[in-house]
């Protein structure tokens, strides 16, 4: 965000463009900065809760009262967690045409908090749920009926939270003038209070909320939920006069769409030679446009090619031809793809957090004194690792890593990112062995046809695998945020959001995938399969090192793809100084129009 206000400043357009409830300018003293942006931090908080504190118990809820299949009851948990971060893009979609993100964040808040409702009505009321089961009897799986409420209450809250995560960190950075230097400094102590305020929320969810689950009631931990959220709401609505809206700009996706469709059209047609023949909008000078000319992806360039017929006056539209910025732009999200790719395996390893390791848990001594600890609570471990990060962070990680990388911040971005990456890998190997000693345990001790029965082993076993997942979160869940809002143009914020919101779901759904092809591959009629219903006679071990193989290879292609990236400051900086080194000298020598490339 500071890079985009240092480059908006110095061209010039350095105004605070802010508009109040009624659209008109709004007055920096009576609206914006801390205090509004804290009642948006609350509602995410609020989000958060729910979000987690369904989705970190949802898996036990599933196998133990429903009675679904181990590997269905997963895929259910990591496709509704997968829905609600994918529908991001559709939230980013409508706040940039049609919404602005206010009316985004009060609508979609409202359906997740209806979502949550019915799921607290349907885990209190009997007829919504299968009839406890019966020793030595086959347990009665959920009805049809049974399913299509529990499936509508998850997906309304999926589509609630999709479409408030996609606004509420731009409105909350919304609240801040990017062209005033103290507001610009107090966004980023935002952002990092904006994801202190999800991890607390995390951490209540993982230890209240599950708590009262387990031990008090189903309807009471979803119902409190509820209450947050409707409670988070009617305070954000009543503190509607002291926000500050920025105007629906249009979709980018309309945007990247008229740059492939231009460039498609005009694919006939030879590129000029000298940049400065295509199109700029107003035929100002090149070098002064918004982002430099580069190189990569000239087959773009063509969507910018001026036709002989074409006459000034009668330029077709834009989807026929766009600017030489608009184009550049879409390269700059062309550019940011391998990095994104390579990103969503970390959240494919987070999914099995909150379904097999839970699983895991369950099957484990989890005693302390006369106190059980609920299985769900175990990611409490993981919570609090991404809070130590975080505390540790700015006092002792970054100027430890300031000394070895060079860098202001300590580590980049892009270091960030692989460091997540590497610990969700060794977090993969923690699991498989944590599960190999699981099974050799459950043999020795004759329970292998025991399938509810607890091995004689501490869960504590598994504290390594949650504090690495929740240590590699810290590094690269700032890192994605900082990296895909950072590197996207101006104009993209709220799909730059989206894109690694993306990063979450395509996680969540490889993880589903990659769960139903290994049950597939791997059960017989004489074998249970590595994903058994009965973790005794499954292989779980197996599948966790099949995930780290996984994750070392995508590990292996993210640095390269790293070491390829170039920082659009970086960019910018080489077009400026190449700017520099064409002024006129005082003779008044004429200079070249080149622009870098």
Request: aromatic letters at 12%; one cysteine or more.
């Amino acid at each position: 965000m500071e890079q985009n206000g240092e480059q908006n400043s110095s061209a010039g357009a350095a105004k605070f463009e802010a508009l109040d409830f009624k659209g008109h300018p709004a007055d920096k003293a009576t609206t914006g900065r801390w205090f509004p942006a804290v009642v948006i931090l609350g509602i995410e908080m609020c989000e958060r809760l729910a979000t987690l504190g369904i989705s970190v118990n949802l898996v036990t809820y599933l196998e133990n009262t429903m009675h679904l299949p181990s590997a269905q009851s997963a895929n259910i948990v990591t496709n509704f967690l997968g829905t609600s971060f994918i529908l991001s893009l559709f939230g980013g979609f409508l706040a940039d045409t049609f919404l602005g993100r206010y009316l985004t964040i009060a609508i979609f808040a409202s359906i997740q908090t209806l979502g949550v409702g019915v799921l607290t009505i349907s885990t209190a009321l009997p007829q919504f749920r299968p009839d406890p089961c019966v020793p030595n009897e086959q347990c009665e799986e959920a009805d049809g009926l049974q399913l299509f409420v529990l499936y509508l209450s998850l997906y309304l809250t999926a589509l609630g939270t999709g479409g408030l995560k996609s606004s509420v960190s731009g409105f909350g950075s919304d609240q801040f003038d990017e062209n005033d230097d103290k507001e610009r400094r107090q966004m980023d102590y935002f952002f990092n209070r904006f994801f202190f305020c999800i991890s607390l929320g995390s951490l209540l969810a993982v230890t209240v909320l599950v708590y009262i689950q387990d031990n008090v009631g189903r309807p009471w931990g979803y119902g409190i939920c509820a209450v947050c959220m409707l409670t988070a709401i009617l305070i954000f609505l009543e503190r509607t006069r002291t926000y500050r809206f920025k105007k629906a700009t249009g979709s980018p996706l309309t945007q990247i769409l008229q740059v492939a469709v231009a460039s498609w059209r005009n694919r006939r047609l030879k590129l000029p030679a000298d940049v400065g023949q295509l199109y700029d909008g107003n035929k100002a000078s090149l070098s002064h446009n918004r982002v430099p000319h580069t190189d990569q992806f000239r087959w773009l360039d063509r969507a910018a090619i001026i036709e002989s017929s074409m006459e000034e006056s009668s330029y077709p539209s834009r989807w026929r031809l766009c600017t030489l910025s608009t184009v550049e732009e879409v390269k700059i999200i062309i550019r940011m793809l391998p990095i994104w790719a390579t990103t969503i395996m970390f959240w494919t390893i987070y999914a099995q957090m909150v379904t097999f390791s839970v699983e895991q848990a369950s099957h484990m001594n989890r005693n302390m004194g006369s106190f059980q600890i609920p299985a769900a609570s175990l990611t409490v471990f993981f919570v609090s690792a991404i809070l130590v990060t975080i505390a540790l962070y700015d006092r002792i990680i970054m100027p430890l890593a300031r000394g070895w990388t060079g860098h202001q911040q300590g580590f980049t971005t892009l270091h960030k990112i692989g460091l997540g990456l590497a610990l969700s890998c060794l977090a993969m190997v923690a699991a498989a062995l944590t599960e190999k000693k699981r099974l050799q345990e459950a043999r020795a001790h004759g329970l292998l046809d025991k399938p509810n029965s607890s091995v004689p082993m501490t869960v504590f076993y598994l504290v390594p695998q949650f504090f690495l997942v929740g240590t590699g979160e810290a590094f690269i869940y700032t890192g994605q945020l900082d990296f895909f809002i950072r590197e996207s143009p101006p104009g993209m914020k709220t799909m730059s959001t989206g894109l690694f919101l993306s990063t979450l779901a395509l996680g969540f759904f490889l993880s589903s995938l990659l769960v139903s092809i290994v049950n597939h591959v791997t059960t017989r009629s004489s074998h249970p399969g590595w994903l058994s219903n009965n973790l005794y006679r499954g292989r779980l071990d197996k599948f966790y090192w099949l995930v780290a193989i996984m994750s070392l290879v995508n590990f292996i292609i993210y640095l390269i793809f790293a070491k390829w990236y170039t920082y659009k400051d970086t960019v910018m900086a080489k077009h400026l100084n190449f700017q520099e080194s064409e002024k006129p000298d005082e003779k008044g020598d004429q200079t070249s129009k080149q622009i870098i490339h």
